[in-house]
């Protein structure tokens, strides 16, 4: 199982909800026997009985029995263990037994019933390990984010009160200019605290890849003096700081293309080129790229799909996304974050393929 397809999977689970603790969340770790878990939920089976609510206890009691008979058709527990999700989804009526083997090991023992499925050892699996720290810096302005996966993501926006030259000269002016300096040192200050507090986590995590500094003129280049950034993090500054002119998204955006070169294989840089081919094929009109569902799956038959270009929340997207897999072709989801996502849904209703060879009709 891929992990595009688990995260398709975990956020239709996470749409499921039940009135009582109904919902069968199921983690078994690699090694652990089939007969004994088959034996814990019998035990909890039996405990059922004392569960007062009939209609409460008929769904917890169909969720176990579903689990006990999709297990007892295991033989033994796959490589990377397995999952179980079961239960009865109360807005819809809709019942569900999933079993699946996750694209990593299993690391835990966790049986629950709840009023929601128990996504979040999954998402651990799903979420992108690497990341990119993100700060833009000037006089009294600031912005910190992180690029992670194909997504930039601002975590803050910072603004200080930093007054402007004036004309006055002398000694006046020299305490003048000392004032602002000591003022641009507090806000720099403040902003390396945030910047401590927003990627120390992630550093102990161990996803914390590198940290890309970007702003107007040398103002970055004193920012990155700063003593009071912690000097795990000052050690995973990029040493080639960027020039960027605008703060918030659009600033973050503009630091991370312009870094593109030093982030190669990263996920967002391999969107973004991508994402440029498409526009240049379209804007020469030479065929190789093609839109409409129809002509899509025609391309895909043929073999003539490269890159399938599709967003998160396509109403095909596991078939047509399963059948580009089949045929050689690379999958690319776009998710909401990412700016060229309305486009791709106004223009092209959510999908559209490069090719490897214009299509002659």
């Given at each position: ?143 910190i984010g ?182 050689g072709a ?23 393929a490069l ?7």
């Amino acid at each position: 199982m891929s992990k595009e397809e688990l995260k398709r999977i975990v956020k239709s689970l996470k749409t499921w909800e039940a009135h009582a603790t109904t919902l069968l969340s199921l983690y078994i770790p690699p090694g652990r026997p089939i007969a004994d878990v088959v034996n814990t939920l019998r035990q909890e089976l039996s405990i059922t009985e004392n569960i007062k609510l009939k209609q409460t206890r008929s769904k917890v009691q169909t969720a176990l029995e579903a689990a006990i008979d999709r297990l007892l058709k295991i033989p033994k527990t796959p490589p990377n263990g397995l999952v179980i999700f079961s239960g009865e989804n109360d807005k819809t009526g809709e019942i569900i037994t999933l079993v699946l083997e996750p694209p990593e090991p299993v690391n835990v023992f966790f049986y629950r019933t709840d009023k929601h499925f128990h996504t979040e050892f999954l998402e651990d699996m799903i979420e992108e390990s690497n990341v990119y720290g993100l700060v833009i810096i000037e006089r009294d302005e600031a912005t910190i984010g992180l690029l992670k996966g194909n997504s930039i993501l601002v975590l803050d926006e910072i603004e200080g009160y930093i007054p402007g030259k004036h004309s006055k000269g002398g000694w006046s002016q020299r305490r003048y200019d000392r004032i602002i300096e000591e003022l641009t040192d507090e806000f720099h200050k403040s902003v390396a605290e945030k910047m401590n507090n927003y990627f120390l986590p992630y550093l102990e995590q161990g996803r914390l890849k590198g940290i890309l500094v970007g702003g107007p003129g040398y103002v970055k280049n004193d920012f990155v003096k700063n003593d009071s950034i912690d000097y795990r993090l000052k050690s995973l500054i990029i040493p080639e700081l960027i020039d960027v002119s605008s703060q918030g998204f659009p600033g973050l955006r503009e630091l991370v293309v312009r870094a593109k070169d030093l982030l190669k294989q990263h996920t967002y840089i391999k969107t973004y080129d991508l994402l440029e081919e498409v526009k240049t094929h379209l804007a020469k009109d030479d065929g190789y790229v093609t839109y409409g569902e129809k002509e899509i799956i025609e391309a895909l038959n043929m073999g003539a799909v490269r890159h399938l270009i599709i967003v998160e929340d396509h109403p095909r997207i596991e078939e047509l996304s399963k059948k580009a897999e089949e045929k050689g072709a690379e999958v690319l989801v776009i998710n909401s974050e990412i700016p060229e996502y309305e486009w791709l849904k106004k223009t092209f209703a959510g999908v559209i393929a490069l090719l490897r060879y214009p299509i002659i009709s």
